[in-house]
């Protein structure tokens, strides 16, 4: 497709589970970027690629986040041991360029649901 | 810490008036600013940004503009449409992209 895909769309785990997000962006775009967004909130940043040069990471809320973009491209959003207050929407965004030039591209992000 | 904010939750708008969506923001450091629009079940869509050297930018129906002197930005919607029905999040940035959003404003369009 030509946007920024994100699989799955819904995710419901048990508490203490472990969760992988997928995020397939724009094609050629050098920036990643995953946000989490809480209900009736604005998105709120984790943590940002250039390539596969994990860039900043300062976002994640707790060493049970992880993040990866191995070679460039595709990034997996992990996160262990799940607990109930990381039930949110994590959004995923893409640009072509790195540095401060401009529109990030959202998927439609995955909803997780802890039990 | 600096954030980015909204001075009101939710605006409701006649179809075909003109919509003005404020965010007040606190860090003085930002050099970039960016309206996004969002709908249920949706990403974030970009509609507009400006940059700090600039204090008005106009889009097709939109136009943003910027105060810097009191940290004011401004998102006005021309002929509002039932479409325009989203939420809506001012945005800032600076350094290498990394975008802080506000907490957004449900602007609702009544037929």
């Known amino acids: 497709g030509a946007g920024v895909s994100q699989s799955p769309r819904y995710k419901v785990a048990k508490r203490g589970q472990d969760v992988a997000l997928r995020c397939d962006p724009i094609?050629?775009?050098?920036?990643l970027f995953w946000y989490q967004q809480a209900l009736g909130q604005g998105p709120e940043f984790l943590t940002y690629?250039?390539?596969?040069?994990?860039?900043?990471k300062s976002g994640l809320p707790s060493d049970r986040f992880f993040a990866e973009r191995p070679e460039g491209s595709v990034s997996t959003l992990k996160i262990q041991r799940t607990q109930q207050e990381d039930s949110a929407v994590y959004l995923c965004?893409?640009?072509?360029?790195?540095?401060?030039?401009?529109?990030?591209?959202f998927g439609e992000g995955s909803r997780l649901t802890v039990l | 810490g600096e954030s980015v904010g909204l001075h009101l939750p939710t605006l409701s708008v006649q179809e075909g008036d003109n919509s003005i969506i404020n965010c007040a923001y606190s860090?003085?450091?930002?050099?970039?600013f960016i309206w996004y629009k969002q709908e249920s079940g949706k990403g974030p869509q970009f509609i507009i940004d400006?940059?700090?050297?600039?204090d008005k930018r106009q889009g097709q129906r939109v136009t943003v503009l910027l105060n810097k002197t009191v940290k004011h930005l401004s998102l006005q919607i021309a002929a509002t449409q039932p479409g325009d029905s989203a939420v809506y999040f001012c945005a800032e940035s600076g350094g290498y992209q990394k975008v802080t959003f506000g907490t957004g404003t449900k602007l609702q369009v009544i037929p």
């Open positions: 094609s050629g775009h050098v920036s």
């Open positions: 690629f250039q390539n596969e040069a994990q860039l900043d």
């Open positions: 400006i940059r700090s050297n600039m």
């Open positions: 965004a893409s640009s072509l360029a790195g540095g401060n030039t401009g529109e990030l591209f």
């Open positions: 860090n003085s450091a930002s050099d970039y």
